[in-house]
């Protein structure tokens, strides 16, 4: 039984280890460059299909943003690897790789500039105070975290956004999932799987920062 | 571990393999009285390498049922991906009602406290990271245990079960000194708090209510009982056991576990109690800080 277990094991994981080289690395930073990967279907939850904002969701609308902050309580790292064997209740971590992190900001300013394709003029923070007309929105990255689950590699984003309308302020804090199955366990992977956790983020922000222009903006 | 090349892979995976077999049997390596009497200054580094609880679907296991293969793994793969869809949305009222805790710190300030309350050991150094040592660090630091200078690792693990009935620490406990590859000391250390339910929508209220008040107070006991078996562990003197001496026939009693979000039943030798609490070496030497 035992060497059958070893032998199962082996297999299974036979994959990863013929895998090309260029797996998690623990002093590569990742890209934090935002990218949409989810697709036109959108995502599945509970068996059913998010509807994604519509192409023109922002039209008419300018996001002016106020700031864009990382407030991670750790912006080091990002989670990472756990290696452990779950087939006996004394299991636990054997061996640990975390991920390495990049620059927090840069990955929210790539994130709110892709709002763009939604039809959002969106300015990017700058030192005059926003036009009148313009969205006042402020947004904080609050957490991001990437683990492995099996074959899978799951992730979980917070970020926290602010919009000043003519009713007063609205602060909405969202959270993200991503799931994507664990290839080649490469740096870029682990990127692509916190992307998604934006993507299904920013889903939620575009429909609420298009409300909010359509309720009128404080300027 | 850093990069790794196909070959170094293929070793570590079968090493891996080995260490399967490892975990049917023993886990704990004793600290011995010598080893513990020539420790005069420990670092002890916790590594906690996530942001928040981990929360994954249950694994299929098709892959292992198949006897392994690229194919069983990519079934296994889709169907802990539709698993894991479904459950996401459930955990959101979770994650929101503990957005702001801070398992690190929490971690940290107990084990200052801890360390002032009878630690078996002298520790010079403590730190709680979420990063990994890489390998090059780790065999230097562990070169560096010379002159009385040791070094204990823990890594540890919080996860909720797959249908939230239990939130489990799992942490695995390394020492070195003497500049000793080998290790001085290891084992496993596991706590389990329960929900009492199996259904996910009643286990997602209950951590969720009154800003996951119960999910940061068993985080914290979990934090707790997890240094508790470490103080007991290493301070054991070590006990020469003779075949037929009474302790090789200590009695075992079966305690209520968790595993994938199941019940199973866990035996093992009761170690200690408390009200509601129970304290459990099984066979493989491993502690854990069970409900009962």
């Not at chain 2, 070169?143 to 239990?166: D, M, Q, R």
Request: charged content about 20%.
């Amino acid at each position: 039984m035992k060497y059958f277990c070893m032998v199962t094991v082996f297999l299974g994981l036979l994959p990863i280890a013929i895998s090309p080289a260029h797996a998690l690395d623990d002093k590569e930073v990742l890209s934090m460059e935002f990218e949409d990967t989810i697709g036109e279907n959108g995502l599945e939850r509970s068996g059913k299909t998010l509807a994604r904002p519509a192409q023109d969701a922002g039209k008419d609308c300018t996001l002016a943003i106020t700031y864009l902050e990382d407030h991670r309580k750790n912006r080091e790292t990002a989670g990472g690897s756990t290696f452990r064997i779950e087939a006996f209740p004394n299991y636990a971590p054997l061996a640990v790789q975390s991920v390495r992190s990049g620059d927090g900001v840069k990955w929210m300013k790539s994130a709110a500039e892709s709002l763009k394709r939604y039809g959002f003029d969106v300015q990017l923070p700058q030192s005059a105070e926003p036009a009148p007309g313009m969205l006042p929105a402020g947004i904080k990255l609050k957490l991001a975290h990437v683990w492995t689950a099996g074959f899978s590699l799951n992730s979980h984003v917070t970020i926290e956004a602010a919009f000043a309308t003519r009713s007063g302020p609205i602060l909405r804090r969202y959270h993200g999932f991503g799931i994507k199955t664990n290839w080649w366990n490469a740096n870029s992977e682990y990127m692509e799987t916190l992307n998604l956790a934006v993507a299904e983020i920013l889903d939620s922000l575009v429909r609420d920062a298009s409300a909010s222009c359509k309720a009128g903006p404080k300027t | 571990m850093s990069r790794l090349d196909s070959v170094s892979r293929l070793l570590a995976i079968a090493g891996a393999c080995a260490l399967l077999s490892a975990c049917a049997s023993t886990v704990h390596k004793p600290l011995s009285d010598a080893s513990r009497n020539n420790i005069s200054q420990l670092e002890m580094r916790v590594v906690v390498l996530q942001e928040g609880p981990i929360f994954s679907a249950r694994p299929p296991g098709v892959a292992v049922a198949a006897g392994g293969g690229l194919i069983p793994a990519l079934i296994d793969a889709s169907v802990q991906k539709s698993r894991q869809e479904s459950l996401v949305s459930k955990v959101h009222s979770v994650l929101e009602a503990v957005h702001d805790y801070d398992f690190r710190e929490e971690y940290s300030s107990n084990l200052s406290t801890a360390l002032q309350n009878g630690f078996p050991l002298k520790v010079g150094k403590m730190s709680v990271v979420p990063s990994s040592l890489s390998r090059e660090a780790a065999d230097a630091a562990i070169a560096a245990t010379k002159n009385g200078a040791g070094l204990l690792l823990l890594i540890s693990y919080y996860e909720l079960e797959p249908n939230l009935s239990a939130l489990t620490i799992r942490t695995s406990a390394s020492l070195w000194s003497e500049g000793n590859p080998q290790k001085a000391y290891s084992n496993h250390l596991i706590f389990q708090a329960t929900s009492g339910s199996l259904d996910l929508d009643r286990n997602t209220e209950l951590w969720a209510s009154e800003n996951g008040q119960r999910l940061r107070e068993q985080s914290l006991l979990g934090i707790r009982e997890t240094l508790k078996m470490l103080v007991l562990d290493l301070g054991m003197k070590e006990v020469v056991e003779k075949p037929n001496s009474p302790s090789a026939n200590t009695p075992t009693e079966k305690f209520s576990f968790y595993m994938a979000g199941l019940p199973q039943q866990l035996e093992g030798t009761l170690l200690a109690s408390e009200p509601g609490r129970a304290l459990v070496r099984d066979k493989t030497g491993a502690l854990f800080s069970l409900p009962r």
